[in-house]
């Protein structure tokens, strides 16, 4: 098992693809080899960046770019209890959409977005308030980009995402659970489809979107399927 003292690391993996761009628009780098990022949340947030040979599997590190950010190990005293395992008690705390990065900063209530300028090479574009205390979790859909906070009663933050640039909007009030966010049932989940919920004290909370991604209605709730 790993000491207290190191962080967990997350992983996300960008593959290759093909994309035709209009001549108006800048080109949206798709990499012809595999490239793997991993989140070292540490107090000085990093961005680890590694080649991975397609056949072989083999990891070779290129760089470390800072988030401007710092990262947290949940202790008690949040939205959710200190996980012996996972850090930040979650999942999706590192996402790759087309040719942006984006990266929670839990210790300092901030979200980074890089730009993938090649397969091992990525710039920091900007880093943001995460419209809460403790992020751990970005889903997003299209051009929308929802944040879970668990720090208070837990919010959810959301933004629009230009691609080319890969630059942070906030837009609309952050989406607040249906009952206190105490403890979860399961790691925080952010739906891609026309609701987003996450799970909380043995429910699920759910929030209607309307077709700008931005909160209809007031949050609902249902059973889930584990106990709290």
Do not use: H, W
């Not at 590694?50 to 056949?55: G, I, W």
């Not at 990266?103 to 995460?130: C, H, P, Y």
């Not at 989940?189 to 919920?197: F, G, H, K, R, T």
């Amino acid at each position: 098992s790993k000491s207290s003292s190191q962080s967990k690391r997350r992983s996300s993996k960008s593959k290759s693809s093909s994309q035709s761009q209009s001549k108006s628009q800048p080109e949206i780098y798709s990499p012809s080899i595999s490239s793997v990022y991993m989140m070292t949340n540490e107090p000085k947030n990093e961005i680890l960046v590694f080649s991975r040979n397609d056949s072989s599997g083999r990891l070779d590190f290129v760089n470390a770019v800072s988030s401007n950010g710092s990262g947290l190990k949940l202790s008690g005293g949040t939205a959710l209890p200190p996980s012996t395992d996972d850090n930040l008690a979650s999942q999706d705390s590192l996402v790759v959409t087309d040719n942006c990065l984006l990266a929670v900063n839990a210790g300092s209530n901030t979200v980074s977005s890089f730009r993938i300028k090649s397969a091992t090479d990525i710039s920091l574009v900007e880093t943001v308030d995460s419209g809460g205390e403790i992020p751990v979790s970005i889903s997003v859909n299209e051009d929308l980009v929802y944040v879970l906070n668990v720090g208070g009663v837990g919010t959810i933050a959301e933004f629009s995402l230009f691609a080319f640039t890969c630059k942070l909007t906030s837009i609309g009030d952050p989406i607040e659970p249906s009952q206190p966010f105490e403890s979860a049932s399961g790691p925080p989940s952010l739906a891609q489809d026309d609701n987003v919920s996450f799970p909380s004290n043995g429910s699920i909370s759910i929030n209607k979107l309307n077709k700008n991604g931005l909160k209809s209605s007031e949050p609902s709730s249902m059973p889930s399927a584990m106990p709290s």
